[in-house]
């Protein structure tokens, strides 16, 4: 079992920067892909990003590459997004998810937190 915990979410300009955290508890934190989600409300749950359970690969979204960056530290059982150059169409509610494989598919996460919501004013 893995409990996911996200934080950091807020209100910021655009242009602006956010970092959220995602807590994990469970001895298995280390053996899972880790990864953010959003929805925007009226939309569907896409992928942000994704990394490995090493950290040697990750996944974006295209519209988010060059500006956010998925990171984990795994002595901390904690997954992280920083995001950058924020514009008003990132506004969404954020998840942490755990799963198995590195996938953009929602069905393929087994363990999702209970987001944080991200408003970026124009």
């Known amino acids: 079992q893995v409990q996911l915990v996200e934080s950091g979410g807020g209100l910021v300009q655009a242009g602006g920067s956010l970092r959220l955290s995602c807590a994990a508890s469970?001895?298995?934190?280390?053996?899972?892909?880790m990864a953010w989600f959003r929805q925007a409300p009226g939309k569907e749950r896409e992928l942000v990003g994704a990394?490995?359970?090493?950290?040697?690969?990750?996944r974006y979204a295209d519209s988010v590459k060059g500006r956010f960056t998925i990171s984990r530290d795994n002595a901390k059982n904690t997954v992280y997004l920083q995001m950058n150059s924020l514009k008003p169409e990132d506004t969404a509610v954020y998840y942490c998810?755990?799963?198995?494989?590195?996938?953009?598919?929602?069905?393929?996460?087994?363990?999702w937190g209970q987001g944080t919501r991200v408003t970026v004013s124009s």
């Open positions: 990394i490995s359970w090493s950290g040697g690969s990750t």
């Open positions: 998810a755990a799963g198995l494989k590195l996938t953009t598919s929602v069905y393929e996460y087994d363990y």
């Open positions: 469970g001895r298995t934190f280390s053996r899972h892909v």
